[in-house]
């Protein structure tokens, strides 16, 4: 009777899932549910972050726009929503309120909503508040093996913050990305301190041992010169 | 320098090409079907006759505008003729395939996210989109191979993953696509273990009802309202699996067409809020009839059960409201349910109504029609009536020795002698061709949302313009405001105005003037100026006459149409006043002693100073014809049974002319019908628009003065236009919900 036989693997198997699911939420206290990088994908009004409030383009930052703008043909402007986005967010202290981009709508004349898709489409435009310094944890599989999931825990513990959370002092929020950095839990702390101090930390890498990208201990592959890339010999057809 | 060498190189390779053809063309292709598409193409065709000629879907039509444009595609081995530019999906329409899909639209815009509609084209590594895929002349489409199938499977399966199965209690069940087509490509299980993903419902205003976890992205109605409602609230939000349909601030859907997206949604997740949980679509009757809110006669599907209408559906009309339908219509039919007239009753001294017996108050009431003078006698007919009840009270009237007959909305003296002077000449479907309006004195968002649909649709796809005189208001495509009133036509008509270069070098160019006007003093001076500025512009022309009128109610075309063609000046003399469901007509000047029957199907203006009540069948009972604005004449079925002690209105007026003595020559709706063809034939020719073919010319000119004052607003609120829509608990609930910014 394989199926029979299947029917009990299966149900095992999830009680096997079940199981393990409800010891690791034991554990950790908490009911641990998915949590995605960006924020919520509907607006809710707040004192700093409401349609009301009104909100404009500094006049260096105009200038700004009509540069931008004069990028694109003046019938296609809404091409210039991702640099007016980005260049919202730097001038509103590293995210956008929505009256933010309610003003690109209106500067690059369409519904609001289309600049909202764009919004929330791309994790690195922030639309709640952030610290001064957004520091973002890698989430991926290669770096949570290697112990991304400790140095979150690190920063959230050091700062004593929740994920997405931003310091009282609004110095600080922690959030999740794809990989950018190699740092310990130990150095995330300096550099967390250094933030603090108002220091620069080195970019790049944090691994003395590496050159940039680079393998730890130097380069182990790829040590020639690269080869052309083989083409087909015309004369021999 | 470099091109010259690879020239050289490549030159070998040409002459290989004609001197060693097959080994060479053996290396460009594998198959031998591209070497010789042709004789590939035979031998395809060749097994056709195993195949059976299949009819096209839903009725697919092709049109080849250039004989030119025509090439064959094979359909599973099966050859068609399909005109150029048309997609695979459409190829395969025509073929008699149906290719499962959920986010193609024919309709909208094409987005391709669903991947549902994958079929196998030959020499493809890949399934193809069928939807937004270009047919190529020669292609070899395969919608049945395993390859298409395990495609189909493989993407409803991703679509299942996170959709809910709360199928039992979603209103969708048994219409769901998703559903449906589970039943063809799903598995009885899923591979997925994790949790399923959920989303927080959307507030989209009294009419709509979100589940936004049951939504599977299909962006249909990002699509409609951004294409066809013209409303751009709604936005796809986020990104992977936290992907949803937003508004993202809150923000209720403002539009008078926001009901389709629940016909057009695949999933249940955008439903009807008023019929949530109360009806299964298969405990439904359906019948198809026509709608009365307004005077474009939009064709609807009644859905009922038992006595109770439970739902109203579009149904597929293209030359009138394509398949979308206002929210008035769609949400009127709890109107029928409420403030229903069931009894004759008679006004007692004490102001009260009592009940009585048809018998009674017929008699009563022809007793004190023979009492008046035959000229006090008024007969107005409502917005609602049909054109068998307008016959049947013109009759009665005539014999009563009167003419005293009106419709309301048609304001002073209509005129009635040339059918091209209030109707939508260019038709509605043909609005589409024009490529500049002028819409004078109307809002057509509000009077009739379907020929807005039009006009927007118009203004989308071949950038028309759109010029307004009138009073500041909502438009969804943009216009250019020349004026409130009548000096902006004055200034058109004498050629001062910018905007005559416009109408001069416009090719089809459309006037529209709004029923709105019809009140004024000065109408006739107003259409004779817009005659001039028509003449002016070539708008009448033998192929083209974009000289329309738009009509506000159902009853106005028929009403001209059978000759009841008073004003509502003979009200001041009257003293026995037959209201057939005329509510919004002014009774100011009305004699205190006069005598008002009222015969109509709600409890609305009208009854309160009715002495005597008629009741009647709403539109959803009775069989009659509408003569929509475009001159087309259409017929409603009854759906649901009538209320109470309701009869048909020409049967009431029958039965009243015989107690009067003065019995009219009809006992059926045939010989109504009959008798209709006498005055007006037209009405017969059921679903066929009838055009005028007098001209303009022969119309007597007016030498009227043009008043200054700014044009009105003939449509105050827009849900809220006749007694049944007024007696709508739905319909309120809008008013106050869309009209409180």
């Known amino acids: 009777m394989p199926a029979t036989r299947h029917g009990a693997k299966r149900l095992h198997g999830l009680r096997q899932i079940l199981l393990s699911s409800h ?19 509907y607006h809710l009004d707040s004192p700093d972050n409401n349609p009301k409030m009104k909100w404009e383009f500094s006049t260096t930052n105009m200038e700004r726009v009509k540069e931008i703008l004069s990028h694109y043909p003046s019938n296609y402007k809404q091409s210039a929503v991702i640099p007016l986005l980005d260049l919202a967010q730097q001038q509103h202290g590293g995210w956008l309120p929505v009256s933010a981009m309610n003003e690109i709508a209106r500067v690059i004349e369409v519904a609001p909503i289309r600049v909202y898709e764009v919004a929330t489409f791309y994790s690195m435009f922030n639309r709640t508040k952030v610290g001064k310094y957004h520091l973002l944890v890698c989430g991926t599989t290669p770096c949570m093996i290697r112990g991304s999931r400790d140095i979150e825990d690190a920063l959230l513990k050091h700062l004593g913050v929740k994920r997405n959370e931003v310091t009282k002092d609004g110095l600080f929020s922690v959030g999740e990305m794809e990989c950018m950095e190699d740092v310990t839990p130990k150095r995330v702390v300096e550099i967390v301190e250094m933030l603090r101090r108002g220091e620069a930390p080195p970019d790049g890498t944090q691994n003395p041992n590496r050159i940039r990208s680079g393998p730890q201990g130097g380069n182990t592959t790829l040590l020639s010169e690269p080869k052309p890339p083989p083409c087909r010999d015309l004369d021999a057809c | 320098m470099g091109f010259l060498q690879a020239l050289r190189r490549a030159r070998p390779l040409l002459r290989s090409n004609f001197t060693r053809s097959r080994i060479a063309s053996q290396w460009i292709s594998s198959t031998t079907d591209l070497r010789n598409p042709e004789a590939a193409a035979a031998a395809a065709a060749e097994p056709a006759p195993a195949v059976p000629p299949r009819n096209p879907v839903g009725g697919a039509r092709i049109e080849f505008a250039n004989p030119d444009d025509a090439m064959e595609v094979f359909v599973d081995g099966y050859p068609v003729k399909i005109p150029k530019g048309m997609t695979v999906l459409q190829a395969c329409e025509v073929a008699g395939v149906d290719i499962p899909r959920f986010c193609y639209h024919s309709r909208l815009s094409i987005a391709g996210n669903c991947r549902m509609c994958l079929v196998e084209v030959e020499k493809s590594p890949k399934p193809v ?29 991703f679509l299942l993953m996170n959709h809910p199965l709360d199928c039992p209690i ?35 205003g009294p009419l709509v009802k979100t589940v936004m976890t049951r939504c599977i992205q299909c962006t249909r109605c990002v699509r409609f309202a951004t294409e066809i409602a013209g409303v751009q609230d709604l936005g796809m939000l986020g990104r992977g699996s936290g992907e949803e349909i937003g508004t993202y601030v809150e923000n209720i859907m403002t539009s008078e067409l926001s009901g389709n997206v629940i016909d057009i949604c695949p999933v249940g997740a955008l439903t009807s809020k008023p019929f949530a949980f109360k009806a299964r679509n298969w405990e439904l009757k359906g019948t198809e009839s026509i709608d009365v809110t307004d005077a474009v006669g939009s064709n609807i599907r009644i859905d009922s059960r038992g006595p109770e209408v439970m739902r109203i559906l579009p149904r597929l009309n293209e030359d009138i409201n394509e398949e979308w339908i206002s929210d008035k219509t769609r949400f009127c039919y709890d109107g029928l349910k409420r403030q229903r007239l069931n009894d004759p009753m008679v006004r007692d001294r004490d102001g009260r109504f009592k009940s009585v017996s048809w018998r009674d108050a017929l008699s009563i009431v022809a007793e004190i029609a023979h009492q008046v003078k035959p000229n006090e006698i008024v007969g107005i007919a409502g917005q609602l009536s049909d054109a068998e009840s307008m016959i049947a009270l013109k009759d009665f009237v005539n014999r009563m020795g009167s003419n005293n007959l009106l419709c309301e909305g048609n304001g002073l003296s209509p005129q009635a002698d040339i059918r091209g002077s209030f109707l939508l000449n260019s038709s509605i479907a043909g609005l589409e061709k024009a490529d500049l309006f002028l819409i004078i004195g109307s809002q057509p968002r509000v009077e009739a949302p379907m020929v807005n649909a039009r006009i927007r649709k118009a203004v989308r796809a071949s950038q028309a313009k759109v010029a307004y005189i009138g009073p500041s208001t909502d438009f969804n495509y943009d216009i ?62 033998p192929d083209w006459n974009g000289l329309n009128v738009l009509l506000l109610n159902a009853a106005q075309a028929a009403a001209l149409d059978l000759g009841l063609v008073s004003g509502p000046e003979c009200i001041s003399s009257a003293k026995f006043v037959y209201l057939m469901g005329a509510d919004d007509i002014n009774l100011d000047g009305l004699p205190r002693d006069a005598f008002v029957l009222y015969q109509g199907h709600h409890g609305d203006k009208g009854v309160y100073r009715a002495n005597v009540i008629f009741p009647s069948a709403a539109f959803s009972e009775k069989e009659g014809t509408y003569e929509n604005t475009e001159g087309c004449p259409q017929w409603t079925v009854p759906a649901v049974p009538t209320v109470g002690d309701a009869r048909d209105d020409w049967k009431i007026v029958r039965a009243l002319s015989e107690v009067a003595g003065v019995c009219l020559p009809y006992d059926s709706l045939a010989a109504v019908r009959s008798r209709m063809s006498v005055v007006a034939p037209n009405l017969l020719n059921v679903d066929e628009r009838e055009t005028s073919t007098v001209s303009q010319g022969l119309k007597p000119e007016f030498r009227r003065e043009l008043s200054m004052s700014p044009f009105g607003v003939a449509v105050e609120n827009f849900y809220m236009t006749d007694s049944i829509t007024r007696a709508s608990k739905i319909m309120a609930q809008c008013s106050s919900t869309f009209s409180k910014k």
Do not use: W
């Not at chain 2, 989109?129 to 399966?157: D, Q, Y």
């Not at chain 2, 998703?178 to 994790?194: K, P």
């Open chain 2, 170 to 204: 979603c209103d969708q069940g048994g219409e769901c696509d998703l559903q449906d087509q589970s039943m063809a490509f799903g598995s009885d299980r899923g591979r997925f273990t994790e949790m399923k993903r959920s989303v927080v419902d959307k507030n989209l």
């Open chain 2, 129 to 157: 989109a069928s939807c937004a895929m270009p047919a190529l002349p020669g292609m070899k489409i395969k919608t049945n191979t395993p390859i298409a199938k395990k495609a189909r499977e493989g993407v409803m399966e």
């Open chain 2, 480 to 541: 250019e405001h020349i004026g409130t009133g009548p000096r902006a036509l004055i200034d058109i008509a004498e050629g001062r105005h910018p905007f005559c270069s416009a109408i001069l070098s416009a090719k089809k160019p459309a006037i529209i003037v709004g029923a709105g006007i019809f009140g004024r003093k000065d109408k006739d001076a107003i259409i004779t100026t817009v005659e001039t500025i028509a003449k002016l512009g070539g708008v009448v022309r």
């Open chain 1, 23 to 41: 010891i690791v939420s034991g554990t950790a206290g908490a009911g641990q549910s998915r949590s995605y990088s960006t924020a919520l994908n």
